[in-house]
């Protein structure tokens, strides 16, 4: 058989230049890892799956997992009290059923026989801990916020759980798929995420960081043994890279983000399946608000109206993705009246110019109190479309009066930097935002737990929390289209675009249903050929 040995972080700009290592491990064979060299029509046989991601994991443990990578694999280690289907519509996972006797009181009953990977049964003090880990502040979850609402979580019974909450809590349930971990092994083990244990269709083999993460099919879980016997999650920073490696035939499977000139030349390949829709998700300016210079609002404002939101869109993203408006993403909460800044060089300069920025030296850089206006736009060089962007974005700041640099590095560097308030721009973006309330509310909420540049606002605060109480999805919407009016109009996030999601694979690949998230938990029910 033969291993593929890929050669991670491809160096941005030099994608002709990837090395694809192909070491024979013992003769013979056609690629096929783990399992036989079947044609994938029994459990657990057949060739390996080989899928690009973009960055690695930081975790696999889903409690904190803060990447897409992470929470991607996770979700075929683990199971969720639910899973959430193409339609982002809650469906049965762990739990066979529930029941809402009340607004504050959720109940869930736990499926019959389903064990953990080690062999132990999965049980309600399973549930218990995984959550009550997630409410300890200590535990750092960065997702914390939205369980918060959770008041208690008890084991009725090994196969019943009862969620009670401070108060109704609208998106719950599209929060529970948060993979539940085995008591036993994760409260002993602090490096629990290096080598996870669950419940899911898939079981962990190896992971070598910063290269590769292996997992094979678990013949116990209980809806059946995958087909597909072992997947391989090769990490290829650059797009084009992945992609080249894609046609090269060294990857089977790879999805967003992609560069535009890539995936228009995948499409046109009959031997690849492609798929485009609408995501969940939006690439954002993130302005720290406790940085000196962007505390003012004033500020903010009149940096987002020196962006060039259309033309980085068509030019860069070449319409992959859409222009946002807001950061209401379209849905049932989104509204073409709540509007962001737009692009206006003369109405900035006149906005920075009552902030006191003018060029009182006559250098050409606006200045204020002897000190020039300057700013540091950050963001990760596994994706060229954003370094790219950031370079349009600082040519433009420059060419009225700002002086702009911009900070290039690695995607682990880099959100470290993020998350630790080291940075005054940044560009970047989220995921799975299957609700308003995962849009906003951890993100822009005084003291949540991802809100990197510190913004506060009571009226906010108070929007949000209305937004996430409220059962009835009109009032909803009401409170989501309030929050966003302000975000608008106080800049701490710009939102550049309503991404795209698009994904391309072998036509072999049978049974995997795309999802807006970039989920790959169908893959459970997948396999090569008929």
Request: charged content about 20%; glycine content about 10%; hydrophobic content about 40%.
């Amino acid at each position: 058989m033969t291993m593929l040995r890929i050669l991670a972080r491809a160096s941005l700009g030099l994608a002709t230049a990837l090395v694809l290592l192909l070491a024979a491990a013992c003769g013979g064979g056609g690629g096929a890892t783990g399992g036989g060299t079947g044609t994938g029509s029994e459990p657990g046989t057949g060739r390996a799956l080989r899928v690009g991601l973009d960055v690695d994991a930081g975790t696999l443990d889903p409690r904190l997992a803060q990447d897409t990578s992470a929470a991607r694999v996770a979700n075929l280690i683990f199971d969720g009290l639910v899973q959430l289907d193409a339609n982002l519509r809650p469906v049965p996972d762990l739990a066979t059923s529930w029941d809402n006797p009340d607004p504050t009181t959720w109940i869930f009953h736990l499926r019959d026989g389903v064990k953990f990977q080690d062999g132990t049964d999965v049980t309600a003090d399973d549930v218990v801990y995984t959550f009550q880990t997630i409410l300890d502040p200590a535990f750092k979850a960065p997702n914390r916020n939205l369980y918060t609402p959770i008041q208690a979580v008890e084991a009725v019974d090994p196969h019943t759980v009862k969620f009670t909450l401070a108060a109704p809590y609208a998106p719950l349930l599209s929060y529970l798929d948060m993979g539940i971990v085995p008591k036993h092994l994760a409260e002993k083990d602090p490096e629990f995420g290096s080598h996870p244990v669950g419940s899911g269709p898939y079981k962990f083999v190896r992971w070598e960081k910063g290269n590769e993460i292996v997992l094979e099919a678990n013949p116990d879980f209980w809806g059946g043994e995958p087909k597909i016997g072992t997947i391989e999650f090769h990490v290829v920073s650059d797009n084009t890279a992945r992609a080249q490696a894609l046609e090269a035939g060294d990857l089977d499977f790879i999805q967003s983000p992609l560069s535009p000139q890539d995936l228009k030349r995948l499409a046109g390949e009959p031997k690849f399946k492609t798929v485009t829709m609408t995501g969940t998700g939006y690439t954002y300016l993130n302005f720290n608000t406790k940085d000196p210079v962007l505390a003012d609002a004033r500020v903010r404002k009149a940096l987002a109206m020196l962006i060039p939101q259309e033309s980085i869109v068509h030019d860069i993203y070449q319409d992959m993705d859409k222009p946002a408006t807001s950061i209401l993403i379209p849905g049932w909460a989104y509204t073409d009246a709540v509007k962001q800044p737009a692009y206006d060089p003369q109405a900035a300069k006149a906005l920075l110019a009552q902030a006191g920025w003018a060029d009182h030296d006559g250098d050409g850089v606006l200045d204020k109190d002897g000190r020039k206006l300057s700013v540091v736009i950050a963001t990760h060089s596994e994706d060229p479309n954003r370094t790219q962007a950031v370079e349009v974005i600082q040519n433009t700041f420059q060419a009225n009066g700002v002086d702009a640099t911009t900070s290039i590095s690695d995607w682990p560097s880099f959100i470290a930097n993020v998350q630790a308030g080291k940075y005054q721009i940044a560009l970047l973006g989220w995921l799975n935002l299957v609700d308003p309330d995962r849009a906003m509310y951890n993100q822009l909420h005084t003291g949540g737990g991802s809100n990197w540049g510190g913004y506060s606002n009571p009226e906010v605060d108070k929007d949000l929390d209305t937004g996430r109480t409220s059962l009835d999805q009109a009032a909803r919407a009401q409170a989501y289209q309030a929050a966003a009016r302000i975000i608008a109009d106080e800049v701490p996030y710009y939102i550049l675009t309503y991404q795209g999601f698009q994904v391309v694979y072998d036509p072999a690949l049978t049974g995997f249903v795309p999802t807006p998230t970039g989920s790959f938990r169908s893959l459970a029910g997948a396999s090569f050929g008929k």
